[in-house]
Structure formats: structure tokens, C-alpha cells
């Protein structure tokens, strides 16, 4: 079984501050796939990794996925009260996807 | 973009009963569908995955005569919770891949049932 391990767990901020989330495992992953989660809602892709030490920007969020394919952040510059919610990253390996404990971003205003 | 319908959104039943969950890919082909279930404040837990035509396959601790699926279209798979009971209530979420894409590429999920066994 592979693992993936997000920290934080839970990360309460101001608005306007940036934050960094975290997803490693000691598993080689395909790709790599982070979602955004609202209560009572299915997840929704942000987006797809692939290659090593790729780096891709989503307006105020950048994703960078490890040389080495086993781990992958997010950063969120001057986080807004919009941008809370549940974040799960992925790994996709075959067919299977396998999602990671998430973090739940709350942004206060 | 590819959609993918589940219902019902959110259903309560009584504790003995049997509860249907459908998830149909609107515009795109499935040979592969996914069933998880999800906590109240946790991640995804993948339950199983559900096969065109052939038999689902269950992850380990999952009831596989508990949570029935069905998949007998490349549109539709069903969850059916048997004989329900209280610790079975939670947010079912499906999710499946265009065949057409390859195997790495994204999951479309449904937005989900919320089951409230009483």
C-alpha cells in the first residue's frame, strides 16, 4: 500500500498570509494530483503533476511536484477567506489513486 | 468538462433497510468507477473499485456482501449499503476516468451522498 502524508493536518490563518502544504511518501508516483474539497461537495481538481521537479502556478497557487516523484507541495500566496476548505493530494500509480489524510485551510478575514 | 452525476445528494433511512447510490458519467465512458467513503473531517477512504461487467473489487475490510456494486453500463455503477445500520452513516463518493484518457490522468468525481442511518 502506498502512503502519502499531508501535513499540515490543520492550518488556521489570516487573510493575506501565505501558507505551504505538504504531501510525502516513500512511494514513486506517476503523477500526482491535488483537489480542493467544500463541505458536502465531491473534490475538485486543481491540478495534474507529472514530471519531476515540475512547477505549476494556478493564479495565487503554485504546486511543485519532487525531482524524485514521491512528494509535492502547494503554496498559496496572501491566502483569502475563499480559498478554505479541505486540500487532498494524490498519487496516481496504474489505475489506482491514492489520496493523502488532507488539510483542512481555514482562511480568516 | 467531464461531469459525473451521483444520487441521491443525501438520503435518511432506517436502520435495516437497503439504500441505492447511483453514479453516471454524463458525457464520457467509464470502464473503471470508484466508491469511496468519507468521515466527517477526514480524507477519502477507497472502498472499491467497480469494473464494467465483471466484479467489483473490494479493499480490504470492506463487506463486499454489505456494499454491493453493480456495474453493468459504461455510464452507471451502483453502491447498494444492505441492511444498514448507524456506523454505516456517512459522504459516499464516487468517481470514474474516461476511458479514453490514460491510466494517470485525473478522476472526475460526483458530488457526493451524505446517508443518515436512524
Known amino acids: 500500500t502506498q502512503l502519502l502524508k499531508q501535513s499540515p493536518q490543520f492550518l488556521s490563518i489570516q487573510e493575506g498570509e501565505n501558507l505551504t502544504v505538504y504531501c510525502n511518501s516513500s512511494s514513486v508516483f506517476s503523477s500526482l494530483q491535488w483537489y480542493r474539497q467544500e463541505p458536502g461537495e465531491g473534490p475538485v481538481l486543481l491540478v495534474t503533476v507529472v514530471t519531476g521537479g515540475e512547477v505549476k502556478k494556478l493564479k495565487r497557487l503554485t504546486f511543485q511536484f519532487g525531482d524524485a516523484r514521491k512528494d509535492s507541495s502547494l503554496h498559496i500566496t496572501a491566502a483569502q477567506p475563499g480559498d478554505t476548505g479541505l486540500y487532498l493530494c494524490?498519487?496516481?500509480?496504474?489505475?489506482?489513486?491514492?489520496f493523502g489524510g488532507g488539510t483542512r485551510l481555514m482562511v480568516k478575514p | 468538462g467531464a461531469v459525473v452525476s451521483q444520487h441521491p445528494s443525501w438520503v435518511i433511512c432506517k436502520s435495516g433497510t437497503s439504500v441505492k447510490i447511483e453514479c453516471r458519467s454524463l458525457?464520457?465512458?467509464?470502464?473503471?468507477m470508484f466508491w469511496y467513503r468519507q468521515f466527517p473531517k477526514q480524507s477519502l477512504m477507497l472502498m472499491a473499485t467497480?469494473?464494467?461487467?465483471?466484479?467489483?473489487?473490494?479493499e480490504q475490510g470492506v463487506e463486499k456482501d454489505k456494499f454491493l456494486i453493480n456495474h453493468a453500463s459504461l455510464t452507471l455503477s451502483t453502491l447498494t449499503v444492505t441492511s444498514a445500520h448507524p456506523e454505516d452513516s456517512s459522504f459516499y463518493i464516487c468517481s470514474a476516468r474516461d476511458l479514453r484518457a490514460g491510466s494517470g490522468s485525473p478522476l472526475h468525481f460526483g458530488n457526493g451522498t451524505r446517508l443518515t442511518v436512524t
Open positions: 458525457d464520457f465512458q467509464a470502464t473503471t
Open positions: 467497480s469494473n464494467e461487467g465483471s466484479k467489483a473489487t473490494y
Open positions: 494524490a498519487g496516481g500509480a496504474g489505475n489506482m489513486l491514492t
